[in-house]
């Protein structure tokens, strides 16, 4: 014996049995997966739906900090974008994760300066780093943030600043004492504006 199960827009859930051994799952009478010995086989596949959702863009052109919140509980990677990111000081950028609220301590974080030999990587405990060129210098790249379990956030950055030819890569980690739901972005002072660019979010 077999079931349909069919999500009608005009006589609601409806369940029938047939003798085709398998299970038929239906919108408003269209079948759109069925499992059967074989497998499960998806009839519909919509390409609008995707698997990744982006957040809102937000301007990096004034304020201390961006705030991206309401994040749901079962994203499980979340990418940070910079677009042409700039502040009127040569402090360092740093990304701060939370659940409930943003943690600011306890990271372990690096950020390296591909440029020239010998110069000393970044690091901080207040965020994941990332490095910056300098005041009024637009920053490009993202940093990929991705759950490793039990609410152990992994982090990895690439930003360019294409004027000086300057790549700072690095990465971090951090363990928050609930489910993340908000990603910041600041500075390691605290006190720099943003005067130019844009930030975003992807998050799956």
Do not use: C
């Not at 009478?29 to 499960?40: E, H, I, M």
């Not at 790249?141 to 600043?161: K, L, P, Q, R, V």
């Not at 489910?179 to 390691?188: A, F, G, P, Q, Y």
């Amino acid at each position: 014996m077999a079931v349909t199960i069919n999500a009608s827009t005009s006589a609601g859930l409806v369940q029938t049995a047939d003798l085709s051994g398998s299970l038929a799952l239906q919108a408003n009478g269209t079948t759109v997966a069925t499992a059967s010995s074989s497998g499960l086989a998806i009839s519909t596949y919509n390409p609008s739906a995707s698997l990744i959702t982006s957040g809102t863009s937000q301007a990096s052109t004034s304020g201390t900090s961006i705030d991206f919140t309401s994040i749901p509980s079962w994203v499980k990677r979340i990418t940070v974008m910079f677009n042409g990111v700039s502040t009127n000081s040569s402090t360092d950028f740093l990304i701060q994760i939370g659940a409930g609220s943003i943690d600011t301590a306890s990271y372990i974080s690096t950020s390296m300066l591909i440029r020239n030999a010998g110069v000393a990587p970044e690091s901080s405990t207040s965020g994941y780093v990332i490095g910056s060129y300098g005041a009024s210098f637009n920053h490009y790249g993202h940093m990929f943030i991705t759950s490793f379990g039990s609410n152990i956030w992994i982090a990895t950055h690439s930003i360019i600043e294409q004027s000086m030819a300057a790549i700072f890569a690095g990465g971090g980690v951090k363990t928050l004492s609930g489910t993340l739901d908000r990603v910041r972005l600041t500075t390691v002072s605290g006190t720099a504006t943003f005067d130019a660019g844009s930030i975003n979010i992807l998050y799956e």
